[in-house]
């Protein structure tokens, strides 16, 4: 009776033992993706405040958080300042002097001439003291000086009257106006810059992560806020070195999904055309087949939003 048991057992543990040796079938494992859009501080200030919370779902321009802006903003003021100060600068310099400005300098001139006449008839009259030894060198040296000190004034005054009837120089005002664009273009990018302060929502999607609390003060150039955008999920799968050659960009495959009972179907975007790893000819034949190529696959219909980032998921590759 024995040993009828033991000729069934044996051949049934062979069976056992033969299908135990053989090895599992190569897989395409990976994971789901979103299109991640990271927002970053544009400086190190305070947290003011958060207006949306992590796991809601948001249309773009839609306020995520605002950075306390006040120097960025005292810094617009100030330029905004200099900014009115050339502009009235230019305008003076466009619409040329007043009239009033002109007149006064036209009397100025007038007074310099009568006083030249005056200097110059003293000069003249010391002369002739001189002369005749009533008046000494010093009376006449000092009656010189006045007369060239007056008669330089007149030169003076006379060229302030020239400028200006003959109005501001063409060079002069195109610098004006080079200034006013430039402190126009400062404040245009001060502006931008206060702008950064709040941060919006660059796409619809979805707030995966919001690092920061309200109050602290991230790095500047850190990360902020994190937004799942897209049409849909996305799986990155990693192809074992024998199937790379089999795999053609925009044709379909099937796709399993952890949690799902069903395969979905998807289209390959890309595929890398290097190995992830070690380089293909620094390998044996036997260890380049564990090489793996990162390949991307859009999943195709719409029944695939509810998925999330991160989700496992496996490459068919039976067939190919």
């Known amino acids: ?31 789901l993706e979103w299109d991640r859009v990271n927002s970053r501080a544009i400086a190190s200030e305070l947290i003011v ?10 249309e773009k321009d839609t306020p995520i958080l605002v950075l306390d802006n006040r120097k960025i903003h005292q810094q617009c003021l100030e330029h905004k300042a200099r900014l009115d100060k050339a502009r009235w600068y230019l305008i003076e310099l466009e619409s040329g002097p007043r009239s009033q400005t002109i007149a006064e300098a036209e009397a100025r001139l007038v007074a ?3 006083t030249l006449e005056n200097r110059e008839k003293i000069y003249q009259r010391q002369q002739q003291l001189y002369k005749t030894d009533i008046a000494s060198r010093e009376h006449l040296d000092i009656a010189r000086s006045n007369f060239i000190n007056a008669r330089e004034k007149v030169r ?3 060229q302030q009257l020239n400028e200006l009837t003959t109005g501001t120089r063409f060079e002069k005002i195109q610098q004006a106006r080079a200034e006013f664009t430039a402190l126009e273009a400062g404040l245009a990018h001060l502006e931008l810059l ?11 999607g979805l707030v995966e992560s919001l690092p920061f609390n ?3 003060r991230p790095p500047a150039g850190s990360v902020v806020c994190t937004l799942l955008t897209g049409e849909g999920p996305w799986a990155r799968v990693y192809i074992p070195e024998p199937y790379r050659s089999a795999m053609q960009v925009d044709r379909e495959y099937r796709l399993k999904v952890d949690g799902l009972d069903k395969t979905l179907p998807c289209r390959l975007r890309s595929i890398s055309s290097e190995a992830s790893f070690t380089p293909y000819y620094a390998l044996t034949e036997r260890d380049r087949s564990r090489l793996a190529y990162v390949a991307e696959l859009d999943l195709i219909g719409n029944d695939t939003l509810h998925l999330t980032a991160g989700t496992p998921v496996q490459l068919v590759l039976e067939g190919l």
């Open 49 to 58: 405040d958060i207006f949306v919370d992590e796991g809601q779902q948001v």
């Open 112 to 114: 310099a001439q009568a």
């Open 156 to 158: 003076e005054y006379s």
């Open 214 to 216: 309200k109050g602290d």
């Open 194 to 204: 206060e702008a950064d302060y709040t941060v919006l929502a660059t796409r619809d």
């Open 1 to 31: 009776m024995l040993r009828n048991y033991t000729s069934y057992l044996f051949p049934l543990l062979l069976v056992m033992l033969l299908f135990g040796c053989q090895e599992e079938p190569e897989k395409a494992l990976g994971t």
